[in-house]
């Protein structure tokens, strides 16, 4: 069975600085992982999705890389802002005929950029 | 607005009521995904349709849960005798690479 853990659990840091978010996965047979935002009381909005044959992903101030082999993920965001605040989940998709065709989640990286 | 759509945003109901929820997702997409988020978790994945079809269901997805979509466009999730277990925000979402995502509909079964 597919475990996707984050590490950290919650995160605050002043505004301005570069941060990381850290995601494994037990299970390497993998189709694609992707970053998700979800501010409080709200649906998930999908930042990045890197497929399993690609390395990394950037969007704007976002940058994802994957290491499938390994089984690990980081969210890179740089000059944060305290719009960046927000709940950061990472999910996979297992590859097909490998398991469930839904997304597999983490519980998420807290984070809060102070003004 | 193009998005994914659920109603109701809100549930309050007493425990044993029958509660429905709607997704309606986004309408070139025939995939449709259901998933449930407790306090301090990730979403869990319930079930999923390709067009009207059911081909998935997790075991959360106990028989006191049913989902339909008929004709292969809005979804509905029931849940029959609600229980306080089952309080949670229920999300659907359109598609899944990437995964479009409704607001939810938070359920408070008290």
């Known amino acids: 069975k597919q475990e996707v853990t984050q590490i950290p659990a919650a995160l605050s840091v002043p505004e301005g600085e570069n941060l990381v978010l850290n995601c494994s996965f037990t299970?390497?047979?993998?189709?694609?992982l992707q970053w998700f935002r979800q501010d409080p009381g709200k649906g998930l909005t999908s930042l990045l999705l890197?497929?399993?044959?690609?390395r990394e992903q950037t969007s704007g101030r976002l940058n994802a890389s994957l290491d499938k082999s390994s089984g690990r993920s980081t969210l890179y965001i740089a000059a944060s802002q305290p719009g960046d605040s927000a709940t950061y989940l990472c999910a996979v998709k297992a590859d097909s005929g490998g398991g469930a065709d839904g997304l597999t989640f983490g519980k998420g990286t807290h984070l809060i950029i102070q003004p | 607005d193009t998005g994914v759509s659920q109603d109701p945003r809100h549930k309050i109901t007493k425990r044993g009521q029958n509660v429905t929820f709607r997704c309606d997702p986004i309408s070139e997409h025939n995939r449709l995904y259901w998933y449930r988020q407790t306090l301090g978790q990730g979403p869990e994945f319930l079930t999923y349709?390709?067009?009207?079809?059911?081909?998935?269901k997790s075991r959360l997805l106990s028989d006191r849960f049913s989902a339909e979509r008929p004709k292969g466009s809005f979804s509905t999730l029931e849940i029959q005798r609600t229980e306080q277990g089952d309080s949670a925000m229920y999300l659907c979402?359109?598609?899944?690479?990437?995964?479009?995502f409704g607001q939810g509909t938070r359920l408070t079964v008290v």
């Open positions: 890197i497929q399993s044959s690609q």
């Open positions: 299970d390497s047979a993998i189709y694609n």
């Open positions: 979402a359109s598609s899944i690479s990437p995964a479009f």
């Open positions: 349709f390709q067009n009207e079809a059911q081909l998935e």
